[in-house]
């Protein structure tokens, strides 16, 4: 089983931008850490800050993936693209966010994406990853029985 997790603009930056919230560890600790974590599922790693990027890399998980776990950052609250491109697939998507958004600013508690995914982890660290492949990857498995 493959699954593909998305992290979305400035996500780079995590262990440097605001550790006090984020956390210490970078992106390639954090990709390490979920990887390391699963030993029967395959996992691909992309980031990028563009929007259109992460639009095409959703189109080509359509198929290549049994599933895709996205933390879409600054893109959650006003992609309708990306929104859009998580609804044309057939894969199941999981949004994560690393802090809990509803405990933040007014604008980080709407998400565009939310709706057109199975679920959303938020709040939990990076730990909240490693929820949305679990449950990503029990959805898979049940829905092949």
């Not at 990887?35 to 929007?51: A, G, I």
């Not at 080509?60 to 006003?78: K, L, Q, R």
């Not at 949004?95 to 939310?114: G, L, Q």
């Amino acid at each position: 089983m493959k699954i593909l997790v998305i992290n979305g603009p400035n996500l780079n930056l995590l262990g440097q931008r605001k550790p006090d919230l984020y956390g210490h560890k970078n992106l390639q600790e954090i990709n390490t850490f979920i990887n390391d974590y699963f030993k029967r599922v395959k996992l691909e790693f992309f980031q990028s800050n563009h929007e259109g990027a992460i639009v095409d890399k959703l189109h080509e998980a359509d198929g290549n993936f049994a599933g895709v776990v996205i933390n879409p950052g600054a893109f959650t609250h006003y992609s309708y693209a990306i929104r859009d491109a998580i609804e044309a697939i057939s894969v199941p998507v999981a949004e994560v966010h690393i802090s809990n958004v509803h405990n933040r600013e007014d604008f980080r508690k709407t998400s565009v994406v939310s709706e057109v995914c199975q679920g959303t982890v938020s709040g939990f660290g990076v730990y909240g990853y490693i929820m949305a492949v679990q449950a990503l990857a029990h959805r898979v498995k049940r829905d092949a029985k």
